[in-house]
């Protein structure tokens, strides 16, 4: 993968890991265009790379709430800070055992599976046009919701459902307030990213030997960059309750893959 297509892969990841319209799908969407060869093991270890980006990029704009939950955890009080972190924690269970028992599974599906991307975009354009039309309320994420949002997480490592549309759309529809879901959504990931990259390279399954370094660091600043921009904007455009929009965009680029898949076949 040359530079100028690292560059534009992570802006893509930067820009739509905050969005509700699929990073993965975007990113497998955008190698088929720019003609990436790379196998399903490689592709996966960008892709990867380029979510840890934005991972640090949720840590940068989240670091007060961040900061606010540690000191109140180090308290060992049952408070909100600490049920916040059990939260999280509890709505990672899905997702580490998908990632524990379906890995070689999920790796097979991003080498470029351009109907599914296209099929799981139109699932999540129902998923964000259902939220919007819940009644925004003051509702606090329940741990019995936050396992709920969890499943709809683990099923967002599909290429094409867009993980914060799933879990944002999921938290809504259980009538939780938007902007918590939103906040919830996005650092409730961080960890789970995090473990990610510290199990791959502790068990060796990442592929180096004919990886470009130069590309993925290339990559990963552009993503990092991105997703500064992305989650701030992102964090507004949740209050004003425009997820119609995203669900409209979806519908048109999953139409459009599927039809890009047809033909290309």
């Known amino acids: 993968m040359d530079i100028i297509n690292a560059i534009i892969l992570g802006i893509i990841q930067g820009l739509t890991e905050f969005l509700p319209v699929s990073s993965s799908g975007h990113l497998e969407i955008g190698k088929a265009i720019l003609g990436d060869q790379s196998v399903p093991e490689e592709s996966l270890l960008f892709t990867v790379v380029l979510h840890f980006a934005t991972a640090l990029s949720t840590i940068v704009v989240f670091r007060k709430d961040i900061l606010e939950l540690i000191k109140g955890a180090l308290q060992f009080k049952w408070n909100d800070n600490l049920q916040f972190i059990a939260k999280i924690v509890v709505s990672m269970l899905p997702a580490v055992i998908v990632g524990l028992f379906f890995e070689e599974q999920l790796e097979a599906l ?12 139109i699932i999540t354009a129902m998923l964000l046009y259902f939220a919007d039309k819940a ?3 003051n509702k606090k994420v ?3 919701n936050a396992f709920v949002i969890g499943i709809s997480q683990a099923i967002a490592m599909l290429p094409g459902i867009s993980r914060s549309g799933a879990t944002i759309s999921t938290s809504v529809l259980l009538g939780n307030d938007k902007t918590k879901a939103a906040r919830f959504s996005f ?3 961080v960890p789970l990213i995090f473990g990610k990259i510290a199990k791959d390279i502790l068990s060796g399954d990442l592929t180096y030997e004919s990886t470009n370094f130069t590309s993925l660091s290339i990559g ?9 921009f992305a ?16 669900a ?3 519908a048109i680029v999953g139409i459009i893959a599927i039809l890009f898949s047809i033909l290309h076949n």
């Open 220 to 228: 990963f600043i552009a993503a990092f960059f991105a997703g500064l």
């Open 187 to 189: 650092l409730m990931v």
């Open 135 to 137: 009644k925004d309320t």
């Open 110 to 121: 991003f080498g470029g599976n351009i109907l599914l991307v296209g099929s799981m975009l």
């Open 142 to 144: 329940s741990f019995s």
């Open 248 to 250: 409209m965009y979806c």
């Open 231 to 246: 989650c701030t904007w992102m964090i507004s455009l949740v209050k004003k309750s425009k997820l119609t929009y995203f």
